[in-house]
Nanobody, 124 residues
């Protein structure tokens, strides 16, 4: 059973950057597709970014496209989310998740394992 641990969140001003990391346990990390989701208070969890196993093709929500970059280092069993030009509306708890096979990557229920989350707060 995979375990995911997020880190890198914090309090920043609008326009700043943060890099989130998600460290995964297990020896088959490269076989998993990875996603980042976020959830703000009173709102549903929403898709942010996804990176496929194998070809590492990436997908983004429209709200973060061009500002956020998802990447992975299979040697370190880690997936990253580089967040630039942060806005107050990016404030949320950010979660990483993993999945096997071909999935509907925007749907949270498609993912098998989840981390505990890391808080990102962007002040105006």
């Amino acid at each position: 059973q995979a375990q995911l641990v997020e880190s890198g969140g914090g309090l920043v001003q609008a326009g700043a950057s943060l890099r989130l990391s998600c460290a995964a346990s297990g020896r088959t990390f490269s076989s998993y597709s990875m996603g980042w989701f976020r959830q703000a208070p009173g709102k549903e969890r929403e898709f942010v970014a996804h990176i496929k196993w194998g070809d590492s093709f990436t997908y983004y929500s429209d709200s973060v496209k061009g500002r956020f970059t998802i990447s992975r280092d299979n040697a370190k069993n880690t997936v990253y989310l580089q967040m630039n030009s942060l806005k107050p509306e990016d404030t949320a708890m950010y979660y990483c998740a993993s999945a096997l096979g071909y999935i509907a990557y925007r749907r949270a229920e498609e993912y098998m394992y989840w981390g505990q989350g890391t808080q990102v707060t962007v002040s105006s």
